[in-house]
T-cell receptor
Framework: GAGVSQSPSNKVTEKGKDVELRCDPI?????LYWYRQSLGQGLEFLIY????????KSGLPSDRFSAERTGGSVSTLTIQRTQQEDSAVYLC?????????????FGAGTRLSVL | DQQVKQNSPSLSVQEGRISILNCDYT??????FLWYKKYPAEGPTFLIS?????DKNEDGRFTVFLNKSAKHLSLHIVPSQPGDSAVYFC????????????FGSGTQLTVLP
């Protein structure tokens, strides 16, 4: 597609429920990142996928968070047993890879609200 | 520990004047710096970047300056336009990592007509 696509744009859930957030990166981009932005904060790195390599999960805040990337394209971020502190905007970005400075292009994000 | 800091949460300038947004960093391993602009309900949009081997990069109305010794960078927008009103994020990355971006907390720029 022309840009990074994320769905849903908004998600309201109850505490304790599981949620899945989807990211469709720019065609041809091998690198895919997930970030989250909590209220009044900058973006916080969560996880990184590059091609078929094992993902870099160093930013995941707890084992309730997981992500997968199927076929080197679409990615799903799953949050199990959601907590109120998980409320944030979850942003996905993709890039051509690590060449040069690795400019990342972002989707519009999924706003998650945990009640 | 906040490795990238934007100490001004907001900035207002008059249309046609210069906007200067500042960013400081603490990690000397950062070697690439980027500025993103974000409108409400949209994702960040890449604006301009600079490698640590340079001290200036210019693209149209936007210029980024890097002072490595001071661990400081700034974004200059001249002339400022009302459409520039947005939140501006400074970000940095380093080699040897996943090149994930470390972001500052952002500066809300308002350009007054």
């Amino acid at each position: 597609g022309a840009g990074v696509s994320q769905s849903p744009s908004n998600k309201v859930t109850e505490k304790g429920k599981d949620v899945e957030l989807r990211c469709d990166p720019i065609s041809g981009h091998t690198a895919l990142y997930w970030y989250r932005q909590s209220l009044g904060q900058g973006l916080e790195f969560l996880i990184y996928f590059q091609g078929n390599s094992a993902p870099d999960k160093s930013g995941l805040p707890s084992d309730r968070f997981s992500a997968e990337r199927t076929g080197g394209s679409v990615s799903t971020l799953t949050i199990q047993r959601t907590q109120q502190e998980d409320s944030a905007v979850y942003l996905c970005a993709s890039s051509l890879g690590l060449a040069g400075g690795n400019i990342q292009y972002f989707g519009a994000g999924t706003r998650l609200s945990v009640l | 520990d906040q490795q990238v800091k934007q100490n001004s949460p907001s900035l207002s300038v008059q249309e046609g004047r210069i906007s200067i947004l500042n960013c400081d960093y603490t990690n000397s391993m950062f070697d690439y710096f980027l500025w993103y602009k974000k409108y409400p309900a949209e994702g960040p949009t890449f604006l301009i970047s600079i490698s640590s081997i340079k001290d200036k990069n210019e693209d149209g109305r936007f210029t980024v300056f890097l002072n490595k010794s001071a661990k400081h960078l700034s974004l200059h927008i001249v002339p400022s336009q009302p459409g520039d009103s947005a939140v501006y994020f400074c970000a940095a990355s380093r080699e040897g990592s996943a090149r994930q971006l470390t972001f500052g907390s952002g500066t809300q720029l308002t350009v007054l007509p």
